[in-house]
């Protein structure tokens, strides 16, 4: 009896993470929609120092609201900062200029190779072992990327332009390295919190020191849509990290990397006369999709 009890609450927990990763994709995705809107009437750098703002506010709250700080490790926290430095200014900046120069739908599809590069990475770095399902999602993606960077000519951008969503998954690929080392001494949610702080510290410096001055000028819908893309965008995070705390990773992953297809989906509703979604991105939107589902659910068979 007892062992139908838990192989019951293990399949309720497996249903809800894969319930969680599809709403974080979907949030992941309306953070998309909600930047490219408020790009609109603002400029990358300034969506870019809001998002990191309004998640660092939320973050702290949900720490504190869960049990407060508690022991803090210096090792961990070194690394989550520099997680912050590293991969959050870079990935959140570049990820607002990829929006900016490439389109929501484009974009949205090049930043989820962040669990390729993020194995790529552990390959190189942490001694993880190349299988069969590497190599055939990588092929896979690099198919899918082909075809969205020749796709510019169509969508009014040039291919090189792809190397800004390019940059953005490296930067996330590095953070999802570096938080897989800090998390042995620090939980999720608290190590989170403290890559947004850095983040956000070092970019209000960079911003101030160069004499931006577009967040006090943010006003009216952009400011908006940049402070709903930051509240959807880091809930969608939130429950990434709870989904993987139910399920395994090689279920939640792939259902969150769905994000772009939510991505074109919502474009053709809420971004008619902004984006142009041709039939090239969304055979290439699938392939990279199915590629990193691919590698990340068959990992290590």
Same mark, same amino acid.
């Given at each position: 009896?007892?062992? =139908?009890?838990?192989? &019951?609450?293990? *399949?309720r927990?497996? +249903?809800?993470a894969?319930? /969680?990763?599809?709403?974080? #994709?979907?949030?992941?995705?309306?953070?998309?929609?909600?930047?490219r809107?408020?790009?609109?009437?603002?400029?990358?750098y300034?969506g870019a120092?809001?998002?990191?703002?309004?998640?660092?506010?939320g973050?702290?709250?949900?720490v504190?609201?869960?049990?407060?700080?508690?022991e803090?490790s210096?090792?961990? =926290?070194?690394?989550f &900062?520099v997680? *912050?430095?590293i991969? +959050?200014?870079g990935?959140? /900046?570049t990820r607002?200029? #990829?929006?900016?120069?490439?389109?929501?739908?484009?974009?949205a599809?090049?930043?989820?190779?962040t669990?390729?590069?993020?194995?790529?990475?552990?390959?190189?770095?942490?001694g993880?072992r190349?299988?069969?399902?590497?190599?055939?999602g990588?092929?896979?993606?690099t198919?899918g990327t082909?075809?969205?960077?020749?796709?510019?000519?169509?969508?009014?951008?040039?291919?090189w332009l792809?190397?800004?969503? /390019?940059?953005?998954?490296?930067c996330?690929g590095?953070?999802?390295?570096?938080?897989?080392?800090?998390?042995?001494?620090?939980?999720?949610?608290?190590g989170t919190?403290i890559?947004?702080?850095a983040?956000?510290?070092?970019f209000?410096?960079?911003?101030?020191?160069?004499?931006?001055?577009?967040?006090?000028?943010?006003?009216?819908?952009?400011?908006?849509?940049?402070v709903?893309?930051?509240?959807?965008?880091?809930?969608?995070?939130? /429950?990434?990290?709870?989904?993987l705390?139910?399920?395994?990773v090689?279920?939640?992953?792939?259902?969150?990397?769905a994000?772009?297809?939510?991505?074109l989906?919502?474009?053709h509703?809420?971004?008619?006369?902004v984006e142009?979604?041709?039939?090239?991105?969304?055979?290439?939107?699938?392939?990279?999709?199915?590629?990193?589902?691919v590698?990340?659910?068959?990992?290590?068979?």
């Amino acid at each position: 009896m007892n062992v =139908l009890v838990s192989l &019951a609450a293990e *399949g309720r927990g497996a +249903t809800l993470a894969a319930v /969680l990763a599809l709403a974080a #994709a979907l949030l992941s995705a309306v953070a998309t929609i909600f930047a490219r809107q408020g790009l609109r009437g603002s400029d990358p750098y300034t969506g870019a120092w809001i998002n990191m703002i309004v998640g660092a506010v939320g973050l702290w709250i949900c720490v504190f609201v869960t049990g407060g700080v508690g022991e803090v490790s210096s090792r961990s =926290l070194l690394l989550f &900062a520099v997680a *912050g430095l590293i991969g +959050t200014v870079g990935g959140r /900046l570049t990820r607002f200029l #990829a929006i900016a120069k490439v389109g929501a739908a484009v974009s949205a599809a090049v930043s989820s190779l962040t669990p390729l590069i993020a194995t790529f990475l552990a390959i190189l770095l942490l001694g993880e072992r190349v299988t069969l399902p590497i190599l055939v999602g990588t092929i896979v993606i690099t198919i899918g990327t082909v075809l969205l960077s020749t796709s510019g000519g169509r969508l009014g951008f040039r291919p090189w332009l792809i190397v800004w969503p /390019l940059i953005s998954a490296t930067c996330f690929g590095i953070v999802q390295i570096i938080r897989k080392m800090g998390l042995d001494e620090m939980g999720p949610v608290l190590g989170t919190s403290i890559n947004l702080t850095a983040a956000v510290i070092a970019f209000s410096a960079l911003m101030l020191a160069s004499g931006h001055r577009g967040i006090y000028a943010c006003r009216g819908r952009p400011l908006i849509h940049f402070v709903f893309a930051g509240l959807t965008e880091n809930a969608g995070v939130l /429950l990434t990290i709870v989904a993987l705390t139910l399920g395994a990773v090689s279920v939640v992953i792939p259902l969150t990397a769905a994000m772009p297809i939510f991505v074109l989906i919502l474009s053709h509703f809420f971004l008619k006369g902004v984006e142009v979604i041709t039939a090239r991105v969304v055979a290439g939107t699938l392939l990279i999709v199915l590629g990193v589902c691919v590698i990340t659910a068959l990992a290590g068979h």
